[in-house]
């Protein structure tokens, strides 16, 4: 009930409102008029006057379109000097009568046209040819004159046209006047700003670079003035012409303005086009100049950490090319669209620059519309790698502290968190990629397809190796062979590692060559770490192998090697080495000793130790090292053992020598033997 009274007042003002719009009366300049007498169709104006209009379509021509040809053909036929009424007639024929001149149509009428005047089409078309008659008429005729009273008649007959003709005179001289003086104003402005070269007008400096010289910005300046000069020229040109057409309105054609207006702006265009140009030319001038000044500042050799990728003179060559690239493409560019702004201020041309702008703009038109359209996925896409973003660092934080002890899980080495981390990031990534794909522009396309399926196959065929490393990489890693810093035997390789990926392992040895080697390699090779080995138990045993004769005492051999390997700078006391002999041939037993050290990573330093200290070792025990194919005769030869680990009384033994009888013996029955 309290909504009631609020309806029926809005069904009454709904009322009031649908009475009004039924009643509306139209009003000009607060004056009634009525709405049958304002005039339909589109009107045919030649001059200043109205001759007709057309109401009707033709064809696929609109009546405004039927209206703008008429005018033109009118134009052409009255602008002819020699006129003959004679000449217009009109043809009847099954849907149109035309009027036509000289065998040329001018314009077809239609039933609806006639019907719109209420004629029928051949009394309207004969209306029309004595309205267009009519037209010729107001227009001047020439006039003979064979005797002094036809001047006077003359002047009198045409004294209105007389005066207007003085008028365009005295507007050519004043534009002449104007355009003297204007070239003096301009001649001493074009002095003074000379003049204050270096004073005023000063070079631009930037960090003590100099990026536009004082002659260049006073060119520049110049170029301007003599631009706005020729723009005021031009606009007094156009309008010392309008005035002469408003004097002479017979002479004005619609045609003829266009053609004016087009050279006009065609000159006016060209001169900002050239200004333009210049503009652009001293700008590249002037930073190709200021280029080389900027080495040390503004430009700096490319570095990436210790690696020198561009030196400052290459830098500054690449940047020289890319400004003489940018400057020819805008100048190209530019070119481009002052022709087709050239040919639109014709009407003949003008079809031809809608033709040159939409090779520009129905391409620009299609990327905005698909940008646009783009948008909600584009934005889909930035949410989705926000995302993404924030995940990876919360689980890189989870993996640091893995890495650094904050976090302890059961069999998981610490080692193992950033690679992991690297194999989770990767998967975060690949999946944001998969769910990220189908919003990507063009991504349901079959030419997107096909390129993926390409590239997936290329790529299936041409990685398998850097698979197979990848693989094996991974199964490295967690099969914890060896960390960065171990020293490894990988195959027949030596060395510390000192980096480790997911596609190669990277060694170097003791002599300092950096070997990388495949993970795929390292995978099929056997893995000897013994760094590992010397942190895990007694420590490493490193062993070596001599050779001696039968005739030393055994024991007297493994006190020898054991003291040599006690005097060996890090090999360990305890345990304490011992001594193995693991073979007993023809001339000599093998001996090998065997010794603990926690120091793999000098092992080449301490085979070198413990081999002087044999050698010395032996040598105070006087044990000489003549195995395995070392042979001396003991008669009359000096003992290997250095002089100094000899006793002083110590003489060479002399040579023997036996004096034999008879070499040749008889037997029993007499016979040599």
């Given at each position: 009930?309290?909504?009631?009274?609020?309806?029926?007042?809005?069904?009454?003002?709904?009322?009031?409102?649908y009475?009004?719009?039924?009643?509306?009366?139209?009003?000009?300049d607060?004056?009634?008029?009525d709405?049958?007498?304002?005039?339909?169709?589109?009107?045919?104006?030649?001059?200043?006057?109205?001759?007709?209009?057309?109401?009707?379509?033709?064809?696929?021509?609109?009546?405004?379109?039927?209206?703008?040809?008429?005018?033109?053909r009118?134009?052409?036929?009255?602008?002819?000097?020699?006129?003959?009424?004679?000449?217009?007639?009109v043809?009847?024929?099954?849907?149109?009568?035309?009027?036509?001149?000289d065998?040329?149509?001018?314009?077809?009428?239609?039933?609806?046209?006639?019907?719109?005047?209420?004629?029928?089409?051949?009394?309207?078309?004969?209306?029309?040819?004595?309205?267009?008659?009519?037209?010729?008429?107001?227009?001047?005729?020439?006039?003979?004159?064979?005797?002094?009273?036809?001047i006077y008649?003359?002047?009198?007959?045409?004294r209105?046209?007389?005066?207007?003709?003085?008028?365009?005179?005295?507007?050519?001289?004043?534009?002449?006047?104007?355009?003297?003086?204007?070239?003096?104003?301009?001649?001493?402005?074009?002095?003074?700003?000379?003049?204050?070269?270096?004073?005023?007008?000063?070079?631009?400096?930037?960090?003590?670079?100099?990026?536009?010289?004082?002659?260049?910005?006073?060119?520049?300046?110049?170029?301007?003035?003599?631009?706005?000069k020729?723009?005021?020229v031009i606009?007094?040109?156009?309008l010392l012409?309008?005035?002469?057409?408003?004097l002479?309105?017979?002479?004005?054609?619609?045609?003829?303005?266009?053609?004016?207006?087009?050279?006009?702006?065609?000159?006016?265009?060209?001169?900002?086009?050239?200004?333009i140009?210049?503009?652009?030319?001293?700008?590249?001038?002037?930073?190709?100049?200021?280029?080389s000044?900027?080495?040390?500042t503004?430009?700096?050799?490319?570095?990436?950490?210790t690696?020198?990728?561009?030196?400052?003179?290459?830098s500054?060559?690449?940047?020289?090319?890319?400004?003489?690239?940018?400057?020819?493409?805008?100048n190209?560019?530019?070119?481009?669209?002052?022709?087709?702004?050239?040919?639109?201020?014709?009407?003949?041309?003008?079809?031809?620059?809608?033709?040159?702008?939409?090779?520009?703009?129905?391409?620009?038109?299609m990327m905005?519309s698909?940008?646009?359209?783009?948008?909600p996925?584009?934005?889909?896409?930035?949410v989705?790698?926000?995302?993404?973003?924030?995940v990876?660092?919360l689980?890189?934080?989870?993996?640091?502290?893995?890495?650094?002890?904050?976090?302890?899980i059961?069999?998981?080495?610490?080692?193992w968190?950033?690679?992991t981390f690297?194999?989770?990031?990767s998967m975060?990534?690949?999946?944001?990629?998969?769910?990220?794909?189908?919003?990507?522009?063009?991504?349901q396309?079959?030419?997107?397809?096909?390129?993926?399926?390409?590239?997936?196959?290329?790529?299936?065929?041409?990685?398998?190796?850097?698979?197979?490393?990848?693989?094996?990489?991974?199964?490295?890693?967690?099969?914890?062979?060896?960390?960065i810093?171990?020293?490894?035997?990988?195959?027949?390789?030596?060395?510390?590692?000192?980096?480790?990926?997911?596609?190669?392992?990277?060694?170097?040895?003791?002599?300092?060559?950096?070997?990388?080697?495949?993970?795929?390699?390292?995978?099929?090779?056997?893995?000897i770490?013994y760094?590992?080995?010397?942190t895990?138990?007694?420590?490493?045993?490193?062993?070596?192998?001599?050779?001696?004769?039968?005739?030393?005492?055994?024991?007297?051999?493994?006190?020898?090697?054991?003291?040599?390997a006690?005097?060996?700078?890090?090999?360990?006391?305890?345990?304490?080495?011992?001594?193995l002999?693991?073979?007993?041939?023809?001339?000599?037993?093998?001996?090998?000793?065997?010794?603990?050290?926690?120091?793999?990573?000098?092992?080449?330093?301490?085979?070198?130790?413990?081999?002087?200290?044999?050698?010395?070792?032996?040598?105070?025990?006087?044990?000489?090292?003549?195995?395995?194919?070392?042979?001396?005769?003991?008669?009359?030869?000096a003992?290997?053992i250095?002089?100094?680990?000899?006793?002083?009384?110590?003489?060479?033994p002399?040579?023997?020598?036996?004096i034999?009888?008879?070499?040749?013996?008889?037997?029993?029955?007499?016979?040599?033997?």
């Amino acid at each position: 009930m309290k909504k009631l009274p609020i309806i029926i007042l809005v069904i009454a003002f709904s009322s009031m409102l649908y009475a009004q719009e039924n009643t509306i009366t139209p009003y000009i300049d607060n004056k009634q008029i009525d709405i049958d007498s304002i005039p339909k169709g589109e009107p045919v104006i030649v001059g200043d006057k109205e001759l007709f209009r057309i109401h009707s379509v033709l064809g696929p021509f609109s009546s405004k379109e039927r209206a703008s040809a008429t005018i033109q053909r009118l134009n052409r036929i009255l602008e002819k000097k020699l006129f003959d009424r004679d000449k217009l007639k009109v043809i009847t024929s099954e849907f149109t009568t035309d009027i036509v001149y000289d065998n040329a149509i001018i314009m077809s009428i239609t039933a609806i046209d006639a019907k719109e005047e209420n004629k029928n089409p051949d009394e309207l078309a004969n209306a029309y040819i004595e309205t267009i008659a009519d037209i010729q008429k107001t227009r001047p005729q020439h006039t003979i004159v064979n005797k002094p009273e036809d001047i006077y008649t003359f002047i009198i007959n045409n004294r209105d046209t007389l005066i207007k003709a003085v008028v365009a005179l005295f507007s050519s001289i004043v534009f002449l006047i104007i355009y003297y003086f204007l070239s003096k104003l301009f001649s001493k402005i074009y002095t003074v700003v000379e003049k204050r070269k270096g004073t005023t007008f000063k070079s631009i400096i930037i960090k003590n670079n100099e990026i536009i010289s004082d002659s260049t910005l006073v060119s520049l300046l110049v170029s301007i003035l003599k631009a706005v000069k020729l723009s005021a020229v031009i606009g007094l040109l156009y309008l010392l012409i309008t005035i002469i057409f408003i004097l002479f309105p017979w002479a004005k054609s619609a045609s003829v303005m266009n053609i004016i207006k087009g050279i006009l702006l065609t000159i006016l265009t060209t001169v900002i086009a050239i200004g333009i140009f210049k503009t652009i030319k001293i700008g590249m001038k002037a930073l190709q100049d200021n280029i080389s000044n900027w080495k040390g500042t503004l430009i700096k050799p490319l570095k990436i950490k210790t690696v020198s990728v561009l030196t400052e003179e290459q830098s500054v060559n690449i940047l020289k090319k890319m400004i003489l690239a940018f400057y020819i493409i805008l100048n190209i560019f530019l070119l481009y669209i002052f022709i087709p702004i050239i040919f639109s201020y014709f009407e003949f041309t003008s079809t031809w620059a809608d033709s040159l702008f939409g090779y520009i703009l129905t391409p620009l038109k299609m990327m905005i519309s698909a940008f646009a359209g783009f948008l909600p996925n584009l934005f889909f896409i930035f949410v989705i790698i926000f995302v993404n973003r924030y995940v990876i660092k919360l689980t890189k934080v989870i993996f640091d502290e893995i890495a650094a002890g904050n976090i302890a899980i059961h069999n998981f080495h610490q080692d193992w968190a950033e690679p992991t981390f690297k194999i989770v990031r990767s998967m975060i990534i690949i999946f944001t990629i998969i769910v990220v794909f189908p919003y990507l522009p063009g991504s349901q396309s079959d030419a997107f397809k096909g390129i993926s399926i390409f590239l997936g196959i290329l790529f299936s065929l041409g990685s398998t190796s850097v698979i197979a490393n990848i693989v094996a990489g991974t199964i490295l890693t967690y099969m914890y062979a060896f960390r960065i810093g171990d020293r490894v035997k990988i195959g027949d390789t030596v060395g510390d590692v000192i980096e480790k990926t997911l596609l190669v392992t990277r060694v170097k040895t003791v002599k300092n060559i950096m070997v990388t080697i495949p993970n795929s390699i390292v995978m099929g090779s056997h893995i000897i770490n013994y760094t590992t080995s010397s942190t895990h138990g007694e420590g490493l045993i490193l062993c070596t192998t001599i050779t001696l004769g039968y005739d030393i005492p055994w024991k007297k051999v493994h006190d020898t090697l054991i003291n040599a390997a006690l005097a060996t700078a890090d090999i360990k006391k305890q345990p304490s080495p011992f001594v193995l002999q693991t073979g007993l041939d023809d001339f000599y037993v093998s001996y090998e000793v065997n010794c603990y050290t926690d120091r793999p990573e000098i092992m080449a330093r301490i085979y070198s130790e413990l081999h002087q200290n044999i050698q010395d070792k032996c040598s105070e025990a006087g044990i000489e090292i003549l195995s395995p194919h070392y042979t001396a005769a003991r008669d009359g030869n000096a003992s290997t053992i250095p002089g100094q680990s000899l006793q002083e009384t110590y003489q060479a033994p002399p040579f023997v020598i036996k004096i034999i009888d008879k070499l040749i013996k008889k037997d029993k029955n007499g016979d040599d033997k």
